[in-house]
């Protein structure tokens, strides 16, 4: 069993209709491919992905949302999580602490260098970044990295 989550707190600051892709976090995989968390506009309006990109950008194995409503200056909780086992990944996105997307598919997320935070015209507090480890009861999360802006930090 593998996994973790990323968590955090975020106040856009762009405006309702800005075009650019808006990116928080990314870490790269192998094969060229990357782990992202990013607002990018699509055929459908804003959506919010988290997941594994091809080298080329495009969504491989995400799972996203529609934040096209979102009002800027607006405290949202963002949180991805994913989990494998027995060589399944299941991917799950929470806005606000309610799942909003989930996939599955053979295979490992595999992580191959650091993550980077490159979040723009955001504000950004209680970034939590954790990792799963088997216990007695079962697998629990485990956070592995902490940081409190006190929502004072913009990006």
């Known amino acids: 069993n593998a996994g973790g989550s990323i968590d955090f707190w975020t106040k856009p600051t762009w405006p309702a209709g800005s075009s650019e892709t808006r990116e928080w976090l990314s870490a790269p995989l192998v094969n060229g491919q990357t782990w992202r968390l990013l607002k990018q506009r699509s055929q459908f309006g804003h959506r919010l992905y988290c997941g594994r990109f091809t080298p080329a950008g495009k969504p491989e194995f995400t799972v996203s949302t529609d ?6 200056d607006t405290w949202r909780r963002i949180t991805c999580r994913f989990t494998t086992r027995l060589g399944l ?8 602490s309610v799942l909003v997307d989930e996939a599955s598919r053979l295979g490992q997320l595999q992580f191959t260098g650091p993550m980077s935070l490159s ?6 507090d209680e970034l939590s970044i954790a ?15 902490y940081r409190s ?5 913009q990006l």
């Not at 802006?149 to 930090?153: A, H, N, P």
């Open 67 to 72: 934040i096209s409503s979102w009002p800027a």
């Open 149 to 153: 802006f006190d929502g004072s930090s």
């Open 119 to 124: 979040a723009s015209d955001t504000y950004l």
């Open 131 to 145: 990792k799963q480890v088997p216990s007695p009861a079962g697998p629990r999360e485990e956070t592995i990295f």
């Open 89 to 96: 990944t299941h991917l799950q996105l929470y806005l606000d």
